[in-house]
Protein backbone atom coordinates (compact mmCIF):
# COMPACT_ATOMS: atom_id res chain seq x y z
CA UNK A 1 0.00 0.00 0.00
CA UNK A 2 1.37 3.22 -1.18
CA UNK A 3 0.84 6.47 1.10
CA UNK A 4 0.84 9.73 0.16
CA UNK A 5 0.67 12.73 2.67
CA UNK A 6 -1.97 14.46 1.27
CA UNK A 7 -4.47 11.37 0.73
CA UNK A 8 -7.00 12.34 3.42
CA UNK A 9 -9.83 13.96 1.28
CA UNK A 10 -11.83 13.21 -1.87
CA UNK A 11 -13.16 16.52 -4.11
CA UNK A 12 -17.14 15.51 -4.05
CA UNK A 13 -18.61 18.70 -3.21
CA UNK A 14 -18.85 22.47 -3.49
CA UNK A 15 -15.97 24.39 -3.84
CA UNK A 16 -17.14 26.52 -0.92
CA UNK A 17 -17.60 25.48 2.71
CA UNK A 18 -21.43 25.73 3.64
CA UNK A 19 -23.42 23.74 1.50
CA UNK A 20 -26.56 25.30 2.18
CA UNK A 21 -25.98 29.20 2.15
CA UNK A 22 -23.75 29.66 -1.18
CA UNK A 23 -24.81 29.35 -4.53
CA UNK A 24 -20.88 30.50 -5.77
CA UNK A 25 -18.27 28.64 -6.33
CA UNK A 26 -14.52 29.03 -7.75
CA UNK A 27 -14.59 27.63 -11.46
CA UNK A 28 -11.44 26.33 -13.01
CA UNK A 29 -13.26 25.20 -16.49
CA UNK A 30 -10.17 25.93 -18.86
CA UNK A 31 -6.99 27.68 -17.82
CA UNK A 32 -4.41 29.00 -20.24
CA UNK A 33 -1.22 30.84 -19.93
CA UNK A 34 -1.49 32.71 -16.47
CA UNK A 35 1.33 33.46 -13.72
CA UNK A 36 1.00 32.84 -10.43
CA UNK A 37 0.42 37.01 -9.78
CA UNK A 38 -2.06 37.17 -12.27
CA UNK A 39 -4.63 33.62 -12.86
CA UNK A 40 -6.72 34.04 -15.47
CA UNK A 41 -9.67 31.93 -15.16
CA UNK A 42 -12.97 31.23 -16.69
CA UNK A 43 -16.07 33.52 -15.73
CA UNK A 44 -18.38 31.79 -12.73
CA UNK A 45 -21.67 30.06 -13.33
CA UNK A 46 -23.88 30.76 -10.45
CA UNK A 47 -25.18 27.60 -9.33
CA UNK A 48 -27.15 25.79 -6.78
CA UNK A 49 -24.66 23.92 -3.87
CA UNK A 50 -23.73 20.93 -4.16
CA UNK A 51 -26.47 19.50 -1.41
CA UNK A 52 -29.35 21.32 -3.13
CA UNK A 53 -28.68 19.13 -6.58
CA UNK A 54 -28.30 15.78 -4.92
CA UNK A 55 -31.38 16.31 -3.00
CA UNK A 56 -33.14 17.44 -6.52
CA UNK A 57 -31.41 14.26 -7.96
CA UNK A 58 -33.01 12.49 -5.70
CA UNK A 59 -29.74 11.11 -4.85
CA UNK A 60 -30.00 12.70 -1.08
CA UNK A 61 -32.74 13.34 1.57
CA UNK A 62 -33.01 16.40 3.43
CA UNK A 63 -31.97 14.19 6.84
CA UNK A 64 -28.81 13.01 5.57
CA UNK A 65 -28.52 16.58 3.77
CA UNK A 66 -28.43 17.79 7.89
CA UNK A 67 -26.42 15.25 9.22
CA UNK A 68 -23.61 16.22 6.76
CA UNK A 69 -23.67 20.07 7.51
CA UNK A 70 -23.43 19.33 10.98
CA UNK A 71 -20.49 17.08 10.08
CA UNK A 72 -19.36 19.51 8.31
CA UNK A 73 -19.57 23.00 10.75
CA UNK A 74 -18.07 20.70 13.66
CA UNK A 75 -15.28 18.93 11.73
CA UNK A 76 -14.63 20.94 8.33
CA UNK A 77 -14.19 19.36 5.05
CA UNK A 78 -16.03 19.23 1.54
CA UNK A 79 -19.72 18.71 1.81
CA UNK A 80 -19.56 15.85 -0.89
CA UNK A 81 -17.25 13.89 0.36
CA UNK A 82 -18.43 13.66 3.61
CA UNK A 83 -21.97 12.80 2.09
CA UNK A 84 -19.66 9.83 0.63
CA UNK A 85 -18.48 9.30 3.93
CA UNK A 86 -21.33 8.75 5.74
CA UNK A 87 -22.76 6.83 3.31
CA UNK A 88 -25.41 8.61 2.21
CA UNK A 89 -24.76 8.49 -1.49
CA UNK A 90 -22.22 6.73 -3.93
CA UNK A 91 -19.10 8.42 -5.17
CA UNK A 92 -20.30 7.16 -8.81
CA UNK A 93 -23.41 9.02 -8.68
CA UNK A 94 -22.16 11.49 -7.12
CA UNK A 95 -19.33 13.04 -9.69
CA UNK A 96 -21.53 13.15 -12.53
CA UNK A 97 -23.73 16.08 -10.06
CA UNK A 98 -20.27 17.92 -9.31
CA UNK A 99 -18.91 17.74 -12.90
CA UNK A 100 -21.95 19.30 -14.25
CA UNK A 101 -21.60 21.91 -11.48
CA UNK A 102 -18.30 23.14 -11.80
CA UNK A 103 -18.61 22.56 -15.83
CA UNK A 104 -15.46 20.01 -15.86
CA UNK A 105 -15.24 17.53 -17.40
CA UNK A 106 -15.49 13.97 -15.86
CA UNK A 107 -12.56 11.23 -16.67
CA UNK A 108 -12.70 7.21 -16.75
CA UNK A 109 -10.19 4.92 -16.42
CA UNK A 110 -9.98 4.61 -19.92
CA UNK A 111 -9.66 8.24 -20.67
CA UNK A 112 -6.32 8.25 -18.96
CA UNK A 113 -2.83 7.44 -20.15
CA UNK A 114 -2.35 3.90 -20.58
CA UNK A 115 1.14 3.95 -20.29
CA UNK A 116 2.95 5.95 -17.00
CA UNK A 117 5.12 7.27 -19.46
CA UNK A 118 2.84 9.78 -20.15
CA UNK A 119 2.76 11.11 -16.58
CA UNK A 120 6.44 11.00 -16.35
CA UNK A 121 7.01 13.18 -19.54
CA UNK A 122 4.45 15.71 -18.80
CA UNK A 123 5.89 16.05 -15.21
CA UNK A 124 9.56 16.47 -16.56
CA UNK A 125 8.86 19.42 -18.71
CA UNK A 126 7.08 21.04 -15.69
CA UNK A 127 10.16 20.97 -13.60
CA UNK A 128 8.88 20.13 -11.07
CA UNK A 129 9.88 16.58 -9.05
CA UNK A 130 7.44 13.70 -8.94
CA UNK A 131 7.02 13.67 -5.36
CA UNK A 132 5.49 17.30 -6.04
CA UNK A 133 2.89 15.98 -7.95
CA UNK A 134 2.06 12.88 -5.78
CA UNK A 135 1.62 15.12 -2.92
CA UNK A 136 -0.55 17.34 -4.99
CA UNK A 137 -2.61 14.50 -5.63
CA UNK A 138 -2.42 15.38 -9.65
CA UNK A 139 -1.14 14.27 -12.20
CA UNK A 140 -0.33 15.47 -16.36
CA UNK A 141 0.08 14.66 -19.45
CA UNK A 142 -0.35 15.72 -22.54
CA UNK A 143 -3.43 15.45 -25.79
CA UNK A 144 -3.20 17.02 -29.06
CA UNK A 145 -0.87 20.07 -27.70
CA UNK A 146 -3.25 20.50 -24.25
CA UNK A 147 -2.15 19.75 -21.23
CA UNK A 148 -4.66 17.62 -19.17
CA UNK A 149 -4.55 17.62 -15.71
CA UNK A 150 -6.72 14.76 -13.61
CA UNK A 151 -6.57 16.24 -9.69
CA UNK A 152 -7.81 15.35 -6.40
CA UNK A 153 -9.10 19.04 -5.85
CA UNK A 154 -8.96 21.10 -9.85
CA UNK A 155 -9.91 24.15 -7.84
CA UNK A 156 -6.90 24.16 -5.50
CA UNK A 157 -5.70 27.86 -6.39
CA UNK A 158 -2.16 26.72 -5.15
CA UNK A 159 -1.93 23.80 -7.30
CA UNK A 160 -3.58 25.95 -10.40
CA UNK A 161 -0.75 28.87 -10.06
CA UNK A 162 1.81 26.65 -9.87
CA UNK A 163 1.02 24.31 -12.84
CA UNK A 164 0.41 27.60 -15.11
CA UNK A 165 3.69 28.63 -13.68
CA UNK A 166 4.92 25.40 -14.40
CA UNK A 167 3.20 25.10 -18.63
CA UNK A 168 3.71 28.91 -19.49
CA UNK A 169 1.72 29.01 -22.72
CA UNK A 170 0.22 25.71 -22.97
CA UNK A 171 -3.66 25.58 -22.58
CA UNK A 172 -4.44 23.76 -19.38
CA UNK A 173 -7.77 21.42 -19.39
CA UNK A 174 -8.41 20.68 -15.72
CA UNK A 175 -11.17 17.25 -14.96
CA UNK A 176 -12.44 15.68 -12.38
CA UNK A 177 -11.48 11.83 -11.82
CA UNK A 178 -13.36 9.02 -9.15
CA UNK A 179 -11.17 8.82 -6.35
CA UNK A 180 -10.49 4.89 -7.18
CA UNK A 181 -9.45 6.14 -10.61
CA UNK A 182 -6.76 8.58 -9.69
CA UNK A 183 -5.78 6.39 -6.57
CA UNK A 184 -4.95 3.18 -9.02
CA UNK A 185 -2.84 5.96 -11.50
CA UNK A 186 -0.98 7.41 -8.93
CA UNK A 187 0.07 3.96 -7.21
CA UNK A 188 1.38 3.04 -10.93
CA UNK A 189 3.29 6.39 -11.10
CA UNK A 190 4.53 5.46 -7.24
CA UNK A 191 5.67 1.95 -8.22
CA UNK A 192 7.79 3.33 -11.39
CA UNK A 193 9.47 5.33 -9.13
CA UNK A 194 10.19 3.53 -6.08
CA UNK A 195 13.57 1.56 -6.58
CA UNK A 196 11.61 -1.79 -4.52
CA UNK A 197 8.11 -1.65 -2.55
CA UNK A 198 7.38 -1.71 0.74
CA UNK A 199 6.41 -4.77 1.95
CA UNK A 200 3.25 -4.77 4.39
CA UNK A 201 3.62 -5.88 7.90
CA UNK A 202 1.70 -8.40 9.97
CA UNK A 203 1.43 -6.28 13.21
CA UNK A 204 -1.55 -5.29 13.96
CA UNK A 205 -1.08 -2.01 15.16
CA UNK A 206 0.18 -1.43 11.35
CA UNK A 207 -2.88 -3.11 9.67
CA UNK A 208 -5.10 -1.31 12.14
CA UNK A 209 -3.44 2.30 10.86
CA UNK A 210 -3.92 1.11 7.56
CA UNK A 211 -7.40 0.31 7.60
CA UNK A 212 -7.95 3.73 9.30
CA UNK A 213 -6.06 6.03 6.63
CA UNK A 214 -8.69 8.16 4.54
CA UNK A 215 -8.18 6.22 0.68
CA UNK A 216 -9.05 2.98 2.01
CA UNK A 217 -11.85 4.38 3.86
CA UNK A 218 -13.13 5.94 0.68
CA UNK A 219 -12.21 2.83 -1.27
CA UNK A 220 -14.53 0.51 0.62
CA UNK A 221 -17.24 3.04 0.90
CA UNK A 222 -17.20 3.17 -2.38
CA UNK A 223 -17.00 -0.27 -3.56
CA UNK A 224 -19.88 -0.73 -1.37
CA UNK A 225 -22.03 2.20 -2.34
CA UNK A 226 -21.33 1.28 -5.90
CA UNK A 227 -22.38 -2.35 -5.71
CA UNK A 228 -25.69 -1.25 -3.49
CA UNK A 229 -26.70 1.18 -6.22
CA UNK A 230 -26.30 -1.31 -9.11
CA UNK A 231 -28.46 -3.92 -6.96
CA UNK A 232 -25.59 -6.34 -6.05
CA UNK A 233 -26.30 -9.39 -3.80
CA UNK A 234 -22.65 -9.75 -3.12
CA UNK A 235 -19.35 -8.27 -3.02
CA UNK A 236 -16.53 -10.95 -3.47
CA UNK A 237 -12.71 -9.56 -2.56
CA UNK A 238 -10.66 -12.19 -4.02
CA UNK A 239 -6.79 -12.08 -3.51
CA UNK A 240 -3.95 -13.58 -6.17
CA UNK A 241 -0.46 -13.57 -6.41
CA UNK A 242 0.31 -9.94 -7.92
CA UNK A 243 -3.48 -8.43 -7.56
CA UNK A 244 -6.29 -8.60 -6.37
CA UNK A 245 -10.14 -8.01 -7.54
CA UNK A 246 -13.47 -6.95 -6.37
CA UNK A 247 -16.62 -8.59 -8.15
CA UNK A 248 -20.21 -7.36 -7.73
CA UNK A 249 -23.01 -10.43 -7.85
CA UNK A 250 -25.39 -9.00 -10.15
CA UNK A 251 -28.35 -11.37 -10.96
CA UNK A 252 -26.85 -14.17 -9.44
CA UNK A 253 -24.00 -13.75 -12.08
CA UNK A 254 -20.05 -12.36 -10.82
CA UNK A 255 -18.76 -9.77 -12.69
CA UNK A 256 -15.46 -8.38 -11.91
CA UNK A 257 -15.74 -4.30 -10.86
CA UNK A 258 -12.32 -3.69 -9.91
CA UNK A 259 -8.67 -5.24 -10.23
CA UNK A 260 -6.25 -3.27 -8.03
CA UNK A 261 -1.98 -3.94 -7.40
CA UNK A 262 -1.51 -6.95 -4.18
CA UNK A 263 -0.01 -4.65 -2.08
CA UNK A 264 -3.58 -2.46 -1.76
CA UNK A 265 -5.24 -5.90 -0.63
CA UNK A 266 -4.31 -5.59 3.10
CA UNK A 267 -5.54 -2.51 3.48
CA UNK A 268 -8.49 -3.10 1.89
CA UNK A 269 -9.37 -6.47 3.66
CA UNK A 270 -8.26 -5.24 7.35
CA UNK A 271 -10.59 -1.83 6.69
CA UNK A 272 -13.58 -4.63 5.81
CA UNK A 273 -12.24 -6.70 8.93
CA UNK A 274 -12.16 -4.16 11.14
CA UNK A 275 -15.88 -2.33 10.26
CA UNK A 276 -17.16 -5.83 10.29
CA UNK A 277 -16.37 -6.94 13.93
CA UNK A 278 -13.70 -9.64 12.55
CA UNK A 279 -10.24 -10.05 14.61
CA UNK A 280 -7.53 -8.16 11.85
CA UNK A 281 -5.02 -10.07 13.05
CA UNK A 282 -6.47 -13.48 12.22
CA UNK A 283 -5.43 -14.83 9.04
CA UNK A 284 -5.52 -18.44 9.66
CA UNK A 285 -9.47 -18.68 10.57
CA UNK A 286 -11.87 -18.61 8.95
CA UNK A 287 -14.49 -15.57 10.54
CA UNK A 288 -18.03 -14.10 10.66
CA UNK A 289 -18.77 -10.52 10.51
CA UNK A 290 -21.77 -8.24 10.21
CA UNK A 291 -22.30 -4.45 10.15
CA UNK A 292 -24.93 -1.60 9.35
CA UNK A 293 -24.14 1.20 6.75
CA UNK A 294 -26.39 3.44 5.26
CA UNK A 295 -26.35 3.97 1.78
CA UNK A 296 -28.25 6.08 -0.52
CA UNK A 297 -30.54 6.60 2.56
CA UNK A 298 -31.36 3.36 3.25
CA UNK A 299 -29.90 1.47 5.58
CA UNK A 300 -28.20 -1.35 4.70
CA UNK A 301 -26.98 -4.67 6.86
CA UNK A 302 -23.69 -6.52 5.64
CA UNK A 303 -22.87 -10.14 6.66
CA UNK A 304 -18.98 -10.04 6.12
CA UNK A 305 -17.53 -13.64 5.63
CA UNK A 306 -13.29 -14.56 5.63
CA UNK A 307 -12.08 -17.01 3.95
CA UNK A 308 -8.22 -18.43 4.90
CA UNK A 309 -7.10 -18.97 1.20
CA UNK A 310 -3.60 -19.30 -1.07
CA UNK A 311 -2.77 -15.75 -1.53
CA UNK A 312 -4.65 -14.01 1.37
CA UNK A 313 -8.60 -13.94 2.69
CA UNK A 314 -11.06 -14.43 0.59
CA UNK A 315 -13.72 -11.65 1.96
CA UNK A 316 -17.46 -11.99 0.94
CA UNK A 317 -19.97 -9.42 1.93
CA UNK A 318 -23.66 -9.59 1.60
CA UNK A 319 -25.98 -6.76 1.48
CA UNK A 320 -28.74 -6.67 2.78
CA UNK A 321 -31.31 -4.05 2.83
CA UNK A 322 -33.86 -3.25 5.47
CA UNK A 323 -36.30 -2.43 3.62
CA UNK A 324 -36.97 -4.67 0.71
CA UNK A 325 -39.71 -3.48 -1.63
CA UNK A 326 -40.09 -6.31 -3.26
CA UNK A 327 -41.45 -8.44 -0.62
CA UNK A 328 -44.58 -8.64 -2.40
CA UNK A 329 -46.50 -12.10 -4.08
CA UNK A 330 -47.36 -10.30 -7.13
CA UNK A 331 -43.77 -8.82 -7.83
CA UNK A 332 -41.89 -12.37 -7.82
CA UNK A 333 -43.18 -13.11 -11.38
CA UNK A 334 -45.63 -16.19 -10.66
CA UNK A 335 -48.29 -16.19 -13.55
CA UNK A 336 -51.67 -15.27 -12.38
CA UNK A 337 -53.25 -18.94 -11.87
CA UNK A 338 -49.58 -19.98 -9.93
CA UNK A 339 -50.40 -16.94 -7.58
CA UNK A 340 -53.95 -17.67 -7.29
CA UNK A 341 -53.33 -21.77 -6.28
CA UNK A 342 -50.54 -20.30 -3.64
CA UNK A 343 -52.18 -17.48 -2.05
CA UNK A 344 -55.28 -19.79 -1.55
CA UNK A 345 -53.30 -22.77 0.15
CA UNK A 346 -51.04 -19.59 2.58
CA UNK A 347 -54.55 -18.41 3.90
CA UNK A 348 -55.20 -22.00 5.27
CA UNK A 349 -55.59 -22.39 9.20
CA UNK A 350 -52.79 -25.65 9.13
CA UNK A 351 -50.71 -27.38 7.03
CA UNK A 352 -46.79 -27.47 6.00
CA UNK A 353 -46.15 -25.35 2.88
CA UNK A 354 -42.57 -26.29 1.57
CA UNK A 355 -40.45 -23.89 -0.87
CA UNK A 356 -37.82 -26.19 -2.63
CA UNK A 357 -34.42 -25.40 -4.51
CA UNK A 358 -31.06 -25.07 -4.21
CA UNK A 359 -29.30 -22.29 -3.33
CA UNK A 360 -30.12 -18.95 -4.19
CA UNK A 361 -32.52 -20.02 -6.31
CA UNK A 362 -34.89 -16.86 -3.73
CA UNK A 363 -36.70 -19.72 -0.87
CA UNK A 364 -36.30 -17.12 1.69
CA UNK A 365 -37.64 -13.77 -0.43
CA UNK A 366 -40.77 -16.08 -1.31
CA UNK A 367 -40.80 -16.58 2.51
CA UNK A 368 -40.71 -13.20 3.62
CA UNK A 369 -43.16 -12.08 0.36
CA UNK A 370 -45.23 -14.45 1.99
CA UNK A 371 -45.09 -13.41 5.78
CA UNK A 372 -45.85 -9.94 4.16
CA UNK A 373 -49.24 -11.28 2.60
CA UNK A 374 -50.60 -12.65 5.30
CA UNK A 375 -49.60 -10.43 8.15
CA UNK A 376 -52.95 -8.72 8.66
CA UNK A 377 -52.32 -7.84 12.70
CA UNK A 378 -54.88 -10.85 13.30
CA UNK A 379 -52.64 -13.55 13.71
CA UNK A 380 -49.39 -14.34 15.62
CA UNK A 381 -46.67 -15.07 13.52
CA UNK A 382 -43.06 -16.51 14.70
CA UNK A 383 -40.33 -16.84 12.62
CA UNK A 384 -37.22 -19.32 13.40
CA UNK A 385 -34.24 -18.43 11.14
CA UNK A 386 -30.10 -18.59 11.21
CA UNK A 387 -29.91 -16.09 11.30
CA UNK A 388 -32.53 -13.46 11.13
CA UNK A 389 -31.85 -11.90 7.41
CA UNK A 390 -34.98 -9.09 7.59
CA UNK A 391 -36.62 -7.50 10.00
CA UNK A 392 -40.44 -7.62 9.51
CA UNK A 393 -42.54 -5.40 11.60
CA UNK A 394 -45.46 -6.92 13.68
CA UNK A 395 -43.79 -10.57 13.24
CA UNK A 396 -41.70 -12.20 16.38
CA UNK A 397 -38.38 -13.58 14.95
CA UNK A 398 -35.95 -15.84 16.28
CA UNK A 399 -32.37 -16.36 15.63
CA UNK A 400 -30.92 -19.95 15.78
CA UNK A 401 -27.24 -20.78 17.32
CA UNK A 402 -26.76 -23.88 17.14
CA UNK A 403 -23.17 -23.48 18.14
CA UNK A 404 -24.72 -22.82 21.87
CA UNK A 405 -27.41 -25.71 21.07
CA UNK A 406 -30.53 -23.43 20.32
CA UNK A 407 -31.22 -25.71 17.44
CA UNK A 408 -34.57 -25.40 14.90
CA UNK A 409 -35.97 -28.08 16.88
CA UNK A 410 -35.59 -26.39 20.00
CA UNK A 411 -36.54 -23.23 18.82
CA UNK A 412 -39.37 -24.81 17.76
CA UNK A 413 -40.45 -26.20 21.07
CA UNK A 414 -40.37 -22.79 22.62
CA UNK A 415 -42.01 -21.66 19.74
CA UNK A 416 -45.03 -23.67 20.54
CA UNK A 417 -45.89 -21.99 23.70
CA UNK A 418 -45.89 -18.71 22.29
CA UNK A 419 -49.72 -19.67 21.14
CA UNK A 420 -48.75 -18.92 17.30
CA UNK A 421 -51.04 -19.13 14.92
CA UNK A 422 -48.47 -19.33 12.07
CA UNK A 423 -44.69 -20.45 12.12
CA UNK A 424 -41.53 -20.02 9.94
CA UNK A 425 -38.75 -22.44 9.84
CA UNK A 426 -36.08 -21.05 7.98
CA UNK A 427 -34.68 -24.44 6.45
CA UNK A 428 -35.91 -28.31 7.34
CA UNK A 429 -32.47 -29.82 8.22
CA UNK A 430 -33.60 -32.88 10.13
CA UNK A 431 -36.07 -35.41 11.36
CA UNK A 432 -36.47 -33.47 14.85
CA UNK A 433 -37.42 -30.56 13.25
CA UNK A 434 -39.40 -32.73 10.46
CA UNK A 435 -41.31 -34.16 13.18
CA UNK A 436 -41.92 -31.20 15.11
CA UNK A 437 -42.91 -29.04 11.65
CA UNK A 438 -45.46 -32.28 11.15
CA UNK A 439 -46.66 -32.09 14.79
CA UNK A 440 -47.66 -28.34 14.80
CA UNK A 441 -48.87 -28.33 11.66
CA UNK A 442 -51.76 -31.27 12.69
CA UNK A 443 -52.63 -29.31 15.87
CA UNK A 444 -53.69 -26.63 13.81
CA UNK A 445 -51.14 -24.44 12.90
CA UNK A 446 -49.96 -23.20 9.50
CA UNK A 447 -45.82 -23.55 8.94
CA UNK A 448 -43.88 -22.32 6.27
CA UNK A 449 -40.39 -23.83 5.27
CA UNK A 450 -37.29 -24.83 2.72
CA UNK A 451 -35.93 -27.75 1.65
CA UNK A 452 -33.05 -28.19 -0.76
CA UNK A 453 -34.31 -30.35 -3.12
CA UNK A 454 -34.45 -29.94 -7.41
CA UNK A 455 -38.04 -30.14 -8.10
CA UNK A 456 -41.36 -30.08 -5.81
CA UNK A 457 -42.11 -34.17 -5.71
CA UNK A 458 -38.89 -35.02 -4.57
CA UNK A 459 -39.84 -33.10 -1.30
CA UNK A 460 -42.09 -36.11 -0.35
CA UNK A 461 -39.27 -38.39 -1.00
CA UNK A 462 -36.87 -36.25 1.20
CA UNK A 463 -39.20 -35.93 4.39
CA UNK A 464 -39.46 -40.18 3.93
CA UNK A 465 -35.73 -40.53 3.59
CA UNK A 466 -35.66 -38.52 6.92
CA UNK A 467 -37.26 -40.90 8.90
CA UNK A 468 -41.01 -39.01 8.77
CA UNK A 469 -43.83 -41.47 8.45
CA UNK A 470 -45.62 -41.37 4.98
CA UNK A 471 -48.90 -40.73 6.66
CA UNK A 472 -47.98 -38.11 8.23
CA UNK A 473 -46.38 -36.58 5.36
CA UNK A 474 -49.53 -37.04 3.25
CA UNK A 475 -51.57 -35.06 6.00
CA UNK A 476 -49.77 -32.45 7.00
CA UNK A 477 -48.27 -31.16 3.84
CA UNK A 478 -50.49 -29.34 1.73
CA UNK A 479 -48.31 -27.67 -1.60
CA UNK A 480 -45.29 -27.36 -2.17
CA UNK A 481 -43.67 -25.41 -4.39
CA UNK A 482 -40.12 -25.68 -6.66
CA UNK A 483 -38.85 -22.59 -7.90
CA UNK A 484 -35.10 -20.87 -9.82
CA UNK A 485 -34.57 -17.18 -10.29
CA UNK A 486 -33.71 -16.41 -14.77
CA UNK A 487 -32.35 -13.22 -14.71
CA UNK A 488 -34.79 -10.44 -16.97
CA UNK A 489 -34.34 -9.27 -20.23
CA UNK A 490 -32.50 -5.80 -20.06
CA UNK A 491 -35.46 -3.84 -22.33
CA UNK A 492 -33.42 -1.13 -23.70
CA UNK A 493 -31.16 -3.51 -25.80
CA UNK A 494 -32.58 -6.86 -26.20
CA UNK A 495 -33.06 -8.28 -29.47
CA UNK A 496 -35.40 -10.28 -31.29
CA UNK A 497 -34.47 -13.89 -32.06
CA UNK A 498 -36.10 -17.15 -33.42
CA UNK A 499 -36.98 -19.80 -31.36
CA UNK A 500 -35.46 -23.61 -32.65
CA UNK A 501 -38.36 -26.01 -33.67
CA UNK A 502 -37.71 -28.41 -30.72
CA UNK A 503 -39.19 -25.95 -28.29
CA UNK A 504 -41.76 -24.36 -30.80
CA UNK A 505 -43.43 -27.69 -30.28
CA UNK A 506 -43.37 -27.61 -26.90
CA UNK A 507 -44.64 -24.50 -26.74
CA UNK A 508 -47.37 -25.29 -29.00
CA UNK A 509 -48.05 -28.57 -26.20
CA UNK A 510 -48.55 -25.97 -23.52
CA UNK A 511 -50.13 -23.56 -25.59
CA UNK A 512 -53.02 -26.27 -25.70
CA UNK A 513 -53.15 -26.95 -22.09
CA UNK A 514 -53.34 -23.29 -21.01
CA UNK A 515 -54.11 -20.76 -23.94
CA UNK A 516 -54.91 -17.95 -21.53
CA UNK A 517 -51.40 -17.95 -20.61
CA UNK A 518 -50.61 -17.62 -24.35
CA UNK A 519 -52.00 -14.12 -26.00
CA UNK A 520 -50.67 -13.31 -28.94
CA UNK A 521 -48.06 -13.90 -30.57
CA UNK A 522 -44.57 -15.04 -29.64
CA UNK A 523 -41.82 -12.64 -28.59
CA UNK A 524 -38.85 -14.58 -28.32
CA UNK A 525 -36.11 -12.54 -27.74
CA UNK A 526 -31.62 -12.60 -26.84
CA UNK A 527 -29.50 -10.32 -24.97
CA UNK A 528 -27.34 -8.00 -26.43
CA UNK A 529 -25.91 -5.81 -23.79
CA UNK A 530 -25.51 -2.07 -22.97
CA UNK A 531 -24.95 0.43 -20.51
CA UNK A 532 -28.45 0.02 -18.59
CA UNK A 533 -27.38 -3.63 -17.71
CA UNK A 534 -23.35 -2.61 -17.68
CA UNK A 535 -22.70 -5.16 -20.61
CA UNK A 536 -24.89 -8.40 -19.54
CA UNK A 537 -28.33 -8.18 -21.56
CA UNK A 538 -29.87 -8.65 -18.34
CA UNK A 539 -31.54 -6.13 -15.78
CA UNK A 540 -33.55 -8.11 -12.13
CA UNK A 541 -34.55 -11.72 -12.00
CA UNK A 542 -37.89 -13.24 -11.77
CA UNK A 543 -39.12 -16.41 -10.27
CA UNK A 544 -39.89 -19.61 -12.02
CA UNK A 545 -42.35 -21.43 -10.42
CA UNK A 546 -43.60 -25.29 -10.09
CA UNK A 547 -46.43 -26.01 -7.73
CA UNK A 548 -48.02 -29.54 -6.66
CA UNK A 549 -51.12 -29.40 -4.47
CA UNK A 550 -51.10 -32.30 -2.49
CA UNK A 551 -54.88 -33.70 -3.42
CA UNK A 552 -56.29 -37.41 -3.20
CA UNK A 553 -54.43 -38.80 -5.93
CA UNK A 554 -50.97 -37.65 -4.99
CA UNK A 555 -52.00 -38.60 -1.10
CA UNK A 556 -52.81 -41.82 -2.18
CA UNK A 557 -48.90 -42.27 -3.93
CA UNK A 558 -47.44 -40.79 -1.01
CA UNK A 559 -48.88 -43.46 1.21
CA UNK A 560 -48.11 -46.33 -1.01
CA UNK A 561 -45.08 -44.82 -1.44
CA UNK A 562 -44.97 -44.66 -5.25
CA UNK A 563 -42.06 -44.07 -7.76
CA UNK A 564 -40.86 -40.53 -8.35
CA UNK A 565 -41.76 -41.38 -12.04
CA UNK A 566 -44.96 -42.71 -11.23
CA UNK A 567 -45.64 -39.52 -9.37
CA UNK A 568 -44.71 -36.80 -11.92
CA UNK A 569 -47.09 -38.77 -14.83
CA UNK A 570 -50.06 -38.46 -12.51
CA UNK A 571 -48.78 -34.45 -11.48
CA UNK A 572 -48.61 -33.98 -15.04
CA UNK A 573 -51.92 -35.50 -16.00
CA UNK A 574 -53.57 -33.20 -13.48
CA UNK A 575 -51.73 -30.37 -15.62
CA UNK A 576 -48.78 -29.12 -13.12
CA UNK A 577 -46.59 -27.16 -15.02
CA UNK A 578 -42.42 -27.75 -14.59
CA UNK A 579 -40.07 -25.19 -14.32
CA UNK A 580 -38.68 -26.06 -17.40
CA UNK A 581 -42.50 -25.29 -18.83
CA UNK A 582 -43.18 -21.72 -16.59
CA UNK A 583 -39.67 -20.66 -18.26
CA UNK A 584 -41.10 -21.43 -21.40
CA UNK A 585 -44.23 -19.28 -20.98
CA UNK A 586 -42.08 -15.84 -19.54
CA UNK A 587 -39.46 -16.86 -22.36
CA UNK A 588 -42.55 -16.76 -25.00
CA UNK A 589 -43.55 -13.19 -23.58
CA UNK A 590 -39.94 -11.70 -23.82
CA UNK A 591 -39.59 -11.38 -19.99
CA UNK A 592 -36.10 -14.00 -20.71
CA UNK A 593 -34.38 -15.54 -22.85
CA UNK A 594 -34.33 -19.13 -24.02
CA UNK A 595 -30.51 -19.87 -23.51
CA UNK A 596 -31.42 -18.60 -19.92
CA UNK A 597 -34.15 -20.81 -19.00
CA UNK A 598 -32.08 -23.34 -20.16
CA UNK A 599 -29.37 -22.63 -17.99
CA UNK A 600 -31.16 -22.13 -14.92
CA UNK A 601 -33.52 -25.05 -15.17
CA UNK A 602 -30.91 -27.36 -16.31
CA UNK A 603 -30.94 -31.26 -15.65
CA UNK A 604 -33.97 -30.23 -13.38
CA UNK A 605 -36.68 -29.50 -16.06
CA UNK A 606 -38.74 -30.79 -13.50
CA UNK A 607 -41.65 -33.95 -13.94
Known amino acids: MNHYPNRHR ?17 PAVEISTRTPERPVRQEAR ?23 LAFQQRY ?12 AVSEERLMPIVANQLNLPLLGESDLPAETASYFEAIK ?16 WFTDGQLWVAARDP ?9 SAGYPGTPIRWSLVAAQTLDRALDRVQQRLAADGRNLSDEVGHLRELAEEAPVIELVNNLIGQAFDEGASDIHVEPAEYDFRVRFRLDGVLQTRLTLPRDRFDAVASRI ?16 GRLAIRLSGEMVDIRVSSLPSTWGESLVLRLLPKERRQFQLDRLGMTPSDLALFSHWIREPHGIILITGPTGSGKSTTLYATLEEINDGATKIVTVEEPVEYSVKGISQVHAQ ?3 GYTFARALRAILRQDPDKIMIGEIRDLETAQIAVQAALTGHMVFSTLHTNDSLSAF ?10 FLVASAVRLVMAQRLARRLCRHCAEPEEAPTEVKGQVEVLRQRTPQLFEGSPQWRRPVGCRECFGSGFRGRLGLYEMVSVNPDIHDAILRHASAQEMREMAHRQGVRTLRDDGLIKAWRAETSLDEVFRVTGGAAGL
Open 10 to 26: VFTGDALMDGEETVGLR
Open 46 to 68: VTPPIGRLLIEAGLIGETDLARA
Open 76 to 87: GGRLGSILVRLG
Open 125 to 140: TSGYAVDWWIDQEALP
Open 155 to 163: LMMDLQEFV
Open 273 to 288: KLVSGLDIAERRLPQD
Open 402 to 404: PDI
Open 461 to 470: TRLVDMGVEP
